[in-house]
């Protein structure tokens, strides 16, 4: 099929993210402005110093547009279009954001954070959560702070960090997320970082958790059982779980190579009820 197609030369000024200007009509529906406003923002130590706000909302803006590392904030920034449907007089480097950032201090991001997700999710005309935790191995290459050898399936041998994350799946948005060394076991912390998670999320009620077999362990079903939520975490495959699971007769077939069934378990090791 022949195509006609028209090809012209134009000194206006173009963009690959015009679809931008639609983010930009979202942050100001949303009222993330106002909100970021109120909190107590790290401020700048020169008069020359880039606007906080506008040094996260154009990290942002970057991350959209591709941008997976500081270096890359130097293609937007060069972008007219974009400084000006953000209405920024000039946009920063990438070390501007490097040494804004630098000023969050561990203290400072739980006392920011928290109210801008707690924020976040007051907008959410929805309770009764499903809350997903899960932790992750993030490679680093280079010296990166706190980054350190553990357990690292695709790198082996890798500095790596090892975060936990908290995910609302009703609305598929990240509750909590704590940065961990390589080397932290995947329970290190966590009981702190499921309270943390449920102090973010203030006022909904979270009605199901779940987890994988990381988290498979006494001390955590009693931390969730105390404050009456119900969950679904994958267990251990210790043998006498096998055993006890090999032992079942009663099954029903959901679809083929997929069966389920019931029954109860009391490790050994436990105090009984």
């Avoid at 606007?51 to 990290?59: G, H, N, R, V």
């Avoid at 997976?68 to 954001?97: C, P, Q, T, W």
């Amino acid at each position: 099929m022949a195509m006609n197609l028209k090809l012209v030369f134009t000194d206006k000024e173009i963009t690959p993210w015009s679809g931008m200007i639609f983010m930009k009509k979202l942050l100001n529906q949303t009222g993330i402005f106002t909100e970021l406003i109120k909190r107590d923002l790290p401020e700048q130590g020169s008069n020359r110093g880039y606007d906080p706000i506008q040094l996260i909302t154009s990290f942002m803006v970057s991350i959209w547009c591709g941008a997976n590392r500081f270096e890359h904030l130097e293609v937007s920034r060069f972008d007219d279009v974009l400084r000006r449907i953000f209405g920024y007089k000039k946009m920063a480097g990438h070390k501007a954001y490097q040494r804004y950032f630098k000023q969050f201090t561990i203290a400072t991001n739980q006392q920011v954070f928290t109210k801008v997700i707690q924020w976040f999710f007051e907008q959410i005309r929805l309770d009764n959560y499903t809350l997903f935790v899960d932790s992750t191995v993030l490679t680093r290459y280079g010296d990166q702070q706190g980054a350190k050898k553990g357990y690292n399936p695709q790198k082996p041998g890798r500095n790596s960090h090892h975060p936990l994350l908290a995910f609302v799946d009703e609305c598929k948005m990240v509750a909590n997320f704590w940065r961990r060394s390589g080397d932290a076991y995947t329970t290190n912390n966590f009981l702190s970082f499921l309270q943390d998670t449920i102090n973010r999320l203030k006022g909904k009620k979270v009605s199901l958790l779940r987890a994988d077999s990381g988290f498979y362990g006494k001390e955590i079903f009693d931390f969730i059982e105390q404050r009456d939520i119900n969950y679904i975490i994958v267990a251990r495959h210790y043998a006498t779980i096998q055993r006890k699971v090999a032992s079942l007769k009663s099954w029903f077939v959901l679809e083929d190579g997929l069966e389920v069934t019931a029954t109860t378990y009391q490790s050994d090791t436990w105090d009984a009820p």
